[in-house]
């Protein structure tokens, strides 16, 4: 079946740091992972959407200067969440394409203290 | 714009209940339509999608969705609640305009809990 692993599944960091977190696709091969946040009211944002070979497309008020996303191969996606201040807390799900369905990780839960 | 309501915060049934969540989309052109479970502190995990065909669609654990153009709806069933489908549900839709255009429009979800 098709999985998404995501990591970490919890980070804490410091007001004005940086964390790094993971997507893999696991038993299949996505033609696009796309980056949501979900905030602690439970609404989803998209950040971005990347297909491998092409340009990353970010949505407004999210931008490659904040959120550098990395997609070498078609299972395994990064994204860094660069100063990290309280407002970029919340859930960050990773959704992998495989045909007309979106699979996704289990997300990366980020807290900014 | 595409836009997705679900109506209702909060839904509570007995184990053994039916039970049917509400969505209602609004957009005229091509989309895919999709169900999520969430659980609590958990991912999305994919319940079902409707593209075309059959407007009743079959999902995992005994879930399945109707879809009406008229009423622009895609409501949620299941015959008989378990406790584990406690979680809140998610109904998601995008636009089937191929290439990168793969955007999901989230509803706000509905509360699902089941009481034994």
């Known amino acids: 079946g098709a999985l998404v692993y995501q990591y970490p599944r919890r980070t804490i960091c410091k007001s004005g740091t940086s964390m790094r977190m993971e997507c893999q696709a696991v038993g299949f091969q996505a033609t696009s992972v796309a980056w949501y946040r979900q905030s602690p009211q439970k609404t989803f944002e998209l950040i971005a959407l990347s297909t491998v070979n092409s340009a990353i497309k970010y949505e407004q008020n999210f931008t490659q200067e904040k959120f550098p996303i990395s997609h070498p191969n078609l299972s395994f996606s990064s994204m860094t969440v660069l100063n990290a201040y309280l407002e970029d807390r919340g859930l960050y799900l990773c959704?992998?394409?495989?045909?007309?369905?979106?699979?996704f990780g289990p997300g990366t839960r980020l807290l900014v203290l | 714009t595409q836009t997705v309501s679900q109506s209702d915060a909060h839904v509570t049934v007995f184990e053994g209940d039916s039970v049917e969540l509400r969505c209602n989309y609004s957009y005229g052109g091509s989309i895919y339509l999709s169900w999520y479970i969430q659980h609590h502190g958990r991912g999305l995990q994919f319940l079902l999608k409707y593209y075309s065909g059959n407007p009743v669609v079959q999902g995992v654990n005994g879930f399945e969705a109707e879809f009406s153009k008229s009423d622009s709806s895609f409501h949620l069933r299941k015959a008989s609640v378990h406790w584990s489908d406690s979680a809140v549900y998610f109904c998601a839709v995008s636009l089937n305009s191929g290439g990168s255009n793969y955007k999901l429009t989230f509803g706000k979800g509905t509360l699902l809990t089941v009481t034994p």
């Open positions: 959704g992998a394409r495989q045909g007309f369905t979106q699979y």
